[in-house]
Structures are given as C-alpha cells and as structure tokens.
C-alpha cells in the first residue's frame, strides 16, 4: 500500500490535478470515482494506473471492477485514505481514480453540428456543455483562446465522461475558421435578432456560445453570419451559458428528428 505523500506516482497525479501544463506535457488527465473509470474502460481508453483505497475494494461494484482493471494487466494501487484525500479534487474522495491518456479524437472532415465555446471560463459550465453537446449529437467541441482547459478536473467531473466520445480542440481563430468552412455559423446572444427557432438548424452549422462574465470577442463576432436569443421573460437579461447551449442545441435535435421519417 502506498502511503507516503512523496511516492513519486501520487506527487504525478497531484500535479496533473493542480496543473495544466503537466496535463498537456504528459497528455493525461485523471478520473475520479468508479462511474467515472468503469466509462474509460467501456469506452476503450484504459487507464495508465489506478489508484484505490479500501471502501472500492470492499464494495461488491468497486471489486468487480477492480478485477476488470486486472484482467486488463493495469496497474492498480492501493493507497491509503489520507493519500487518496491528498490526490482527490473533490473535499469527499470517491476512493478511486484514474490516469488515464487524453484522447485524441479525430474531428470530421465535413462537419454538420460543431459547438465553438468562446471565452467559457467556468469549470463547471464547460463540463456540462460538453455533456450536453454529446447527448445532442455535436460532432465536435472547438475551444477558442480563454477557455478553460478541458483537462481541468472541475471540467472532466461535470462532463461525466464526454470526453471519451466527444472530440474536443483548443485552436486558434484561423483554425475554428478554416473547421466550419461550409458550415452556417451562429452567434447565441442575449439581444440576437434572430429566434433561435427560426433558424434552418438541419443544414451544417456551428453554433458560438460564449461566456457568461465576458460574452465573445470581436473574432467571434466577425465569424458568426448572424446572432440568435433565446426569448425570456421581462427582467431577465441572460441565461446561464450551459442552460443557453442545451436549449438552442436541442432545437437543433428537433429539427433534425422531425425530418426522419416516423419521428414526431
């Protein structure tokens, strides 16, 4: 059992929890809790290591899987609860978690749905778009310049597990333009002259979501060809930016599944 807060794997997973440069040097990324690491391995991107500490192994789900890492030749180590605690990003530790590699997914050639996030500075909110974005068939997640990284634990814990399936990319501006070529691009803004209902959302298109403290940039502005609202009630001046996405990408879905035959 490891138990010493200077073992040279617990000072790695601290750091790819406190720090994105070492999550970029060492493209890797932690999941924590056992939901978390059963998806990595239904998915097909099994973990570097595991850490676990007593709770999972006497638990009939966490032994299972367990057995499973196992089976899959894994490395899994047992490590005391104040050095799980230690290596935890949340104040109650789940008593297992993951390295595990950043996938790289490869982005479509011909993009139908793309969901570009400008200036999304939140944890929490950018994990739970990009749950969003994979449950509404967003084909892929471009991150603009000010983003939070999509590695940052906050983020990976609200996503619950969409980055697994979900190709996700920090680019520059040149590079999400040169991505939606073709593509129909549009602005969600709170003063948008346009119902998000009234746009024709089975063609391609990108949609731009920008941050609630800062809205977009200028460079956002520039590549939309149009801005949609959502319409609220009188004194409300915005929705929260992931309440925003859901809404308008879920129209896209609707619009979508009313064109297949036999689909209200």
């Known amino acids: 059992m490891i138990t010493s807060l200077k073992n040279s794997k617990v000072r790695t997973v601290r750091a790819l929890q406190s720090r994105r440069r070492v999550r970029q040097r060492e493209q890797c990324f932690v999941f924590e809790g056992t939901r978390l690491v059963e998806e990595s391995v239904r998915a097909g991107v099994p973990p570097v290591h595991v850490f676990y500490a007593e709770p999972v192994e006497a638990s ?9 890492l196992r089976e899959m030749n894994i490395p899994c180590y047992a490590v005391s609860e104040p050095v799980m605690a230690a290596c935890s990003d949340t104040e109650t530790p789940q008593a297992i978690l993951a390295v595990l590699p950043i996938p790289n ?3 479509p050639e011909h993009p139908t749905l793309t969901l570009i996030l400008d200036c999304v500075r939140n944890p929490g909110n950018l994990g739970t778009i990009l749950r969003t974005a994979l449950a509404a068939g967003v084909e892929q997640v471009l991150l603009t310049p000010g983003t939070v990284d999509a590695s940052n634990p906050k983020v990976v814990r609200a ?14 501006w040149e590079a999400i333009a040169e991505a939606v070529v073709g593509c129909d691009v549009w602005l969600a803004a709170a003063g948008g002259e ?3 209902t009234a746009v024709d959302w089975t063609r391609p298109v990108a949609l731009i979501v920008g941050g609630e403290a800062t809205g977009v940039g ?4 520039a590549l939309a060809q149009g801005q949609v609202s ?3 009630a009188a004194g409300v001046e915005s929705l929260n930016t992931a309440v925003a ?3 308008t990408l879920f129209e896209v879905v609707r619009q979508r599944m009313a ?3 036999g689909v209200a």
């Open 194 to 196: 346009t119902l998000y």
């Open 218 to 221: 200028e460079r956002a502005l």
């Open 230 to 232: 959502i319409p609220m």
């Open 105 to 107: 997914l490869s982005r």
């Open 159 to 172: 996503a619950m597990g969409a980055h697994l399936l979900l190709p996700v990319a920090a680019l520059r």
């Open 245 to 247: 996405a859901a809404v």
């Open 60 to 68: 009939e789900r966490g032994g299972r899987l367990l057995e499973t």
């Open 259 to 261: 064109r297949v035959p």
